[in-house]
């Protein structure tokens, strides 16, 4: 299986990822090609066919939940002049899919928690969370964060901060965690860390092109390894 | 450095104070008082719901006047003497602010990357009880009324200090540079959305 090429000088992933303007479109962003690109760079690996995966509904959560979701999950990990985002990386779609499977004991706590979220930013800055700012979307998450946003009929099932710290740690996980998971679309949360990507064996000289930030990532979910199969029956 | 001493904090007579015993770690030798006020809010009365978690969350307006000859700097802490384990919980850490200010703007920035209001260039947050450098309103638990010290700290020398001290590291750093000390101490009890203490 052929690593991704990485993209040419002077097109930024960033610029790409602004121009497809949304996490499903970014999954389908075209691998530039130039002279060295072989027909093995083309092969598509698993992961690539998961990312490029029709972006339909959610299916644990209703529009209007998927909404106040997707809203919280772009302030966690907002694109912006860093690179793209956390809806750029596929968090929102990796999420629900955990929600029907790993954290399916979650689902619960996002509706409730969403709910209190919305209800919470009506109560204290008298509009629904998709309709303020960004910062006072900040502002609100900074409250959920600290465990101040408990006033009067706001309804957070325990404190608002564990309901922040789950949906931070998910938006973590889709967008740093393993392609395999329907997060990190394209590569992209590794590549915003710059993270080297995962290897059966280091050489010496890779070992020495790392420690001079030379060395080439690999763009692989570890489950395109032989070592790694997900989920296959004996 | 040297010797900290506890004594009382003077402020305004106002009786529901006197069950808050609001101590200051500062030299003993010629602490001057000055007055600590707010267009918006003052010394045992309530303060409005957009200072805290129930409204905006924006820091509250200060002003004070009277501040000792010799004020380089400024620094402010807002603690709440009744909460934290142990007490005070801080709710805003705020220094390096000229000795030529006379108060602070409403609605701090608190995003460290956002500069600060023009008079005010230098000057930098300390991280407050939950770690963040900003101010976080107060959100007392249940109906309980609790009070808010605003401790303002006049300093005789330009420390500019590193942004993120918390409330400790930043009473050891301006120790034996307080030349004076003022102090707001307003009310909070969290407040349905319809309140009427609303900052327009």
Not at chain 1, 90 to 111: K, M, N, P, V
Not at chain 2, 11 to 25: P, Y
Not at chain 2, 151 to 161: G, K, M, R, T
């Amino acid at each position: 299986m052929a690593e991704k090429p990485r993209e040419e000088k002077g097109i930024s992933r960033r610029d790409m990822l602004k121009t497809a303007g949304a996490a499903g479109a970014a999954a389908l962003i075209p691998v530039p090609l130039d002279a060295s690109t072989t027909v093995g760079a083309l092969e598509k690996t698993s992961t690539e066919l998961l990312a490029a995966a029709p972006a339909g509904p959610l299916m644990n959560l209703t529009a209007h939940e998927t909404e106040i979701l997707s809203a919280m999950v772009d302030r966690l990990i907002p694109s912006d002049e860093m690179g793209p985002g956390a809806l750029d990386a596929g968090a929102l779609r990796y999420i629900d899919r955990a929600l029907s499977e790993a954290e399916s004991d979650a689902a619960e706590a996002y509706r409730n928690g969403l709910t209190a979220l919305d209800r919470y930013s009506e109560y204290s800055r008298g509009k629904p969370f998709t309709e303020l700012g960004d910062k006072e979307q900040d502002s609100v998450l900074i409250d959920l964060q600290t465990g101040s946003a408990t006033g009067a009929g706001v309804g957070f099932v325990g404190s608002s901060g564990a309901f922040f710290n789950m949906v931070k740690s998910h938006t973590w996980q889709g967008v740093f965690g393993d392609p395999q998971y329907g997060g990190n679309v394209n590569f992209t949360g590794w590549d915003l860390i710059n993270y080297p990507g995962v290897r059966m064996r280091v050489s010496r000289e890779e070992q020495r092109r790392l420690e001079e930030d030379q060395l080439e990532p690999v763009r692989r979910s570890a489950y395109d390894f032989e070592q790694f199969q997900a989920g296959e029956e004996d | 450095m040297s010797q900290l001493t506890q004594i009382p904090v003077r402020v305004a007579g106002i009786g529901i104070l006197a069950t808050c015993i609001v101590t200051a770690e500062i030299d003993a030798q010629s602490p001057t008082t000055f007055i600590v006020e707010s267009p918006t809010m003052t010394t045992g009365e309530m303060m409005p719901r957009d200072y805290s978690p129930d409204g905006r969350n924006m820091s509250p307006p200060l002003r004070w006047r009277g501040l000792p000859e010799g004020t380089r700097q400024i620094a402010v802490i807002c603690q709440d003497h009744g909460a934290g384990n142990p007490p005070p919980w801080v709710h805003w850490i705020i220094y390096n602010i000229s000795g030529t200010a006379d108060g602070l703007p409403t609605g701090l920035p608190f995003d460290s990357s956002e500069p600060m209001p023009r008079g005010l260039e230098g000057a930098v947050h300390g991280n407050n009880g939950w770690g963040l450098p900003m101010y976080r309103g107060p959100a007392p638990p249940g109906n309980s009324l609790h009070h808010y010290d605003f401790a303002v700290f006049a300093l005789d020398e330009e420390l500019n200090l590193p942004p993120g001290l918390d409330r400790e590291e930043l009473l050891e750093a301006i120790d034996g540079h307080v030349i004076g000390r003022g102090d707001m101490v307003p009310i909070y009890r969290r407040q349905r959305a319809d309140s009427v203490s609303t900052v327009n």
